[in-house]
């Protein structure tokens, strides 16, 4: 049968839940719950718009309010929530299907993606895995837990996990924009707070089953993924970690502490499963953007001695800039020698460090081992990883912060360093910008 031939590839045709006609989806739709994380006046503008309507607000913990106290209850009511809206009928099933998804973001980019389940037997988040689908950066083990309390016990999971394929052919996804005619629209609305707009089509048509599973068999077969990365003896992998690498991470963990509860069926069970939508590495709308770091409760001479010290003097400078203007002019020169550049802005300004020599690839993986060690002998310190420079520059600028602009990662070289080098550095790119992420808006049951 050709859901077990899509099972092979560690796919799963998944039962679609969606709200029912009548239901605002306006206020039904929220950004992911990782986004945002230092500004939480952000959620409450949602929670404001919301209001007593339906919403996937009542169903997922945004991280900004995470370490606020009373984490156990609101878990308690996310649960309760979730059964509510499915005993009051808000919810309703679309049998099994794919959803294809049409994305338009606030800055007018589209972009096309595919919603599915895939089995989580085939995905390991360690660094060096050789499964169907890989990481494409470090995971923080620590940032688990809380999502596993969030999970375990949740009759519902709601996708905020972006998988990449590598289709250079454009096989699998760009064909089912000809056919949206033929597929039932589920959703079709604008997105709160410069989200865009989204439109998400079923697709039961077996034929067209058919069409998606040869599209993914093509990118999987061994000689034709060795031949294509110019390696031989590799085993292949179809999926690419893009957002949502600790969410997945959180399905995983919980997955495998089911499946050794009595009277699991490890084939059956739905927890085996994690609603993803899978978008094309060649989608023109899809943009790599980088995820830059702040330090919190710091002095910027403090950090800068630190990486004198890290670095060695003799590889590590750096220069004050007369505004953000001129450190772009200097980010964007072509000859930067052997060095890594990246950016800066602190209370006194922006500027610029250098490091000679560097010992990564990228730029992110200099300023994290640094950060890694660092952060480790100053407990009282805070780190976060902030998509926008618009945001950097205005939490970098206050007094006790800076932040750290880091550039765009080369999104068609993704697939083959990850072959090559195993996972990135963690939080090494990002998706778009934070308005630009997935918004909740289908179910699947997983209790």
């Not at 016990?153 to 990449?164: F, K, N, Q, T, W």
């Not at 930067?336 to 922006?350: A, K, M, P, T």
């Not at 790119?429 to 179910?443: H, I, V, W």
Request: charged share 25%; proline share 5%.
């Amino acid at each position: 049968m050709l859901t077990e031939s899509f099972l092979k590839l560690g796919i799963k045709i998944p039962e679609i839940l969606t709200p029912r006609n009548g239901v605002d989806l306006y206020k039904w739709a929220v950004v992911a719950c990782d986004q945002y994380t230092s500004e939480p006046d952000y959620w409450d503008k949602v929670a404001a718009i919301v209001g007593d309507a339906p919403s996937t607000l009542n169903l997922v913990f945004p991280e900004a309010y995470l370490g606020r106290g009373a984490e156990t209850e609101r878990i308690s009511r996310i649960h309760g929530k979730m059964r509510e809206y499915l005993e009051q009928g808000i919810i309703v099933s679309h049998g099994l299907g794919f959803v294809y998804v049409e994305r338009r973001t606030s800055r007018g980019a589209s972009r096309r993606g595919l919603i599915l389940a895939v089995d989580l037997e085939g995905y390991d988040y360690h660094s060096g895995a050789e499964t169907l689908i890989r990481t494409t950066e470090g995971t923080v083990l620590e940032r688990i837990p809380p999502r596993v309390r969030i999970r375990e016990g949740a009759p519902l999971e709601l996708p905020h996990v972006m998988l990449l394929i590598d289709d250079s052919d454009r096989r699998v996804i760009e064909p089912l924009a000809a056919k949206t005619g033929e597929f039932e629209c589920l959703y079709d609305t604008d997105l709160m707070m410069g989200g865009g707009h989204v439109g998400g089509f079923l697709i039961k048509d077996p034929t067209v089953w058919e069409e998606i599973y040869r599209g993914f068999a093509a990118l999987a077969e061994p000689g034709r993924f060795n031949e294509k990365y110019g390696v031989a003896g590799k085993a292949p992998f179809l999926f690419a970690v893009g957002d949502g690498n600790h969410s997945l991470a959180t399905a995983k963990a919980v997955w495998e502490k089911t499946k050794r509860q009595p009277g699991i069926d490890p084939e059956g069970h739905p927890a085996r499963y994690a609603l993803v939508e899978v978008v094309n590495i060649h989608d023109p709308g899809l943009q790599f953007e980088p995820i830059h770091r702040v330090l919190f409760n710091v002095a910027a001479a403090d950090v800068f001695k630190a990486m004198r010290d890290y670095f060695g003097a003799a590889r590590f400078g750096f220069e004050r800039l007369t505004d953000r203007r001129a450190l772009e002019a200097k980010l964007q020169a072509k000859e930067h020698g052997n060095r890594h550049l990246i950016g800066f802005v602190d209370d006194q300004g922006y500027g610029m460090i250098w490091i000679a020599d560097p010992q990564s690839n990228l730029e992110v993986g200099t300023l994290q081992a640094f950060l890694d060690q660092w952060l480790e002998r100053h407990p009282g310190a805070g780190v976060d990883y902030i998509h926008g420079d618009e945001v950097v520059s205005k939490l970098g600028s206050q007094r006790g912060n800076i932040g750290f602009f880091l550039p765009a990662l080369e999104k068609n070289a993704l697939f083959k360093t990850v072959l090559q080098d195993g996972a990135l550095p963690r939080k090494s790119f990002s998706m778009g910008e934070a308005e630009e992420k997935r918004f909740y808006l289908e179910c699947r049951r997983i209790g």
